[in-house]
């Protein structure tokens, strides 16, 4: 490659990384991907799928340990408009799991939502599952440790897969999730700030027409359809979103706290009401405004606004927009097995930061 598309492709990326740390939503369509660099080129596999037989691209890395220990496995997801190309998404998780010694899978599920097999399809859904065999067939992996974690798109994924698959999961992080897809193919029409034309668009060339002509298909690639097998099977959740997102960013609020419901116990869940008046003001009302203690993980510039605990999820509503806290959600992680209660405790120290999310 010559030095000036080298510097192109750098000048690229570069660009697309600013626009994704100010907040503001990216456009749908994704911007061109290079290659991986050469680590990331390293650790990319082949997985076999399962369900068409196709080769389809996946990060993977274990330690040493593995070996002949058993470790953790945590699987990372890219967001709603990239694909595995757009290491930036798996790298904060990488960069987690060498330090605490996990198996880390980055797998590409069919790459941005716009075609059948991606945007939740089965075929995306096998390949994380696939992933996640892949590394227990490389290394020797805990199955009583399995997360998974993702944001916007990532997020909408990692919910599904713990109502497809609770079997698989200990407990997964989600930030801003999109979880009611025919909800937001609404949401994306509307002329309002922070809202895309174009995510209609990708959702109808996912699920082959509009909610209205298949509403089945767009039902079964939304969590909010699966989400009370996680429920029921006791499957850890975190959720995280920023009060602004919706304005300053493309999904609203609404979508986090009707999984937040879909999850919790009756009497903890949020009105329908009250949701739509969080919507519309960017505001929480007095009565249901965050009084805990204090979060080592939320500074103030992040503060929390509402954070509800129910059976084994949790919600937390920050000053932000479209952005979530990783930082926060693997440190839940860490503390999750199968065959336990969810651990909803807090360390003492933590580090605050927002991590902005573009589409």
Known sequence: MSARRTRNICGKAALVAAVALSGTALLAAPAKTAEPDPAWAKMLVQVKSTL????????????????????PLIVGLHTWSYDYKATSHYQTVLNYAKKRGWAMVGPNFRGPNKTPPACGGDPAVQDIVDAVNYAKTHAKIDAARVYIVGGSGGGHMTLLMLGRHPEVFAAGAAFCPITDIARWHADSLLDHPGRGKNYARMLEQACGGTPAEKPAEYAHRSPLTWLDRAKKAGVGAYIVTGIHDGWKGSVPVGHSFRAFNALANPEDRVSEADIAAIEETQQVPAALAYTGPRDPFYSERMRIHFRRTSANVRFTLMEGGHGGNYAAGLDFLSRQAKGRPTDFSLPEKGKAREEALGK
């Open 52 to 71: 068409d037989g196709t080769l389809q691209p996946c990060y993977f890395w274990a330690p040493e340990a593995a070996k002949t220990n058993a470790v």
